[in-house]
């Protein structure tokens, strides 16, 4: 089959590697659209996503996919989940450390939504990886909060002090990217764009 190529809008370089190792598999090459997306308030990835994606192809007007994830944790009621960003921009790891320091129940989630617009059609998938909060930052590797989320699939290592392919294996974005591959393979995607 031909070669395939999306646009990634994201202004994230460190996704646009984790998603470029995936998507090669399945013969799929994306180029990165750097830019800074338009997102809604709101608790629902999915939507936020969606919002961006379109907003991007009115911009741009080209297939393009945009992705939006968030750290669900338990014992906080999800929280920060979409609002990530400002989380991690403002108080960081440490501040969720310490928002956590009290609590035994460690358990949380990644979750990622991949929204792919064309102008003619908008789809999305998901993908989520569990995991537990560590009591310290651990590792350099990777982006956001993997210093500090242990995935339940590992050896007890954070993100963080995983490589590239070693989070790439188990990862919420993963998950989420491969939905999207197999839509793309199995579908005439030439119809939408
Ligand atoms: P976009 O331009 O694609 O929006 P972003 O870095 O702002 O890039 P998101 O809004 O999707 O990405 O992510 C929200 C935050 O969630 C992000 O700033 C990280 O702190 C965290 N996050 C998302 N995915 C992560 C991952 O794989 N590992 C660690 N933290 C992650």
């Known amino acids: 089959m031909d070669r395939i190529t999306i646009f990634f809008a994201t202004g994230n370089i460190v996704k646009v590697e984790e998603a470029e190792r995936i998507l090669k598999e399945y ?18 990835l999915e939507e ?3 919002f961006s994606a379109q907003k991007a192809w009115a911009d741009q007007e080209k297939p393009l996919f945009v992705e939006d994830a968030g750290l669900f944790i338990k014992r906080l009621n999800g929280f920060p989940g979409p609002y990530s960003s400002y989380v991690f921009k403002t108080i960081s790891n440490e501040g969720v450390l310490g928002l956590m320091a009290q609590y035994e129940d460690r358990i ?24 537990k909060i560590s009591r310290e930052r651990r590792g350099n590797f990777g982006f956001g909060f993997d210093p500090i989320f242990i ?32 839509w793309v393979k199995s579908t005439d995607i030439s119809k939408f764009i």
């Open 27 to 44: 013969n799929i090459s994306i180029l990165h659209l750097p830019m800074k997306l338009l997102e809604i308030q709101s608790e629902n």
């Open 48 to 50: 936020i996503a969606v």
């Open 108 to 131: 949380a989630y990644f979750q990622s939504v991949i929204a792919f617009c064309s102008g003619k059609k908008t789809v999305t998938f998901k993908g989520e990886v569990y995991g």
């Open 151 to 182: 995935p339940d699939e590992g050896d007890g290592r954070t993100f963080g002090e995983m490589n590239i392919s070693e989070k790439t294996a188990i990862s919420h974005r993963t998950r989420a990217l491969r939905k999207f591959a197999e």
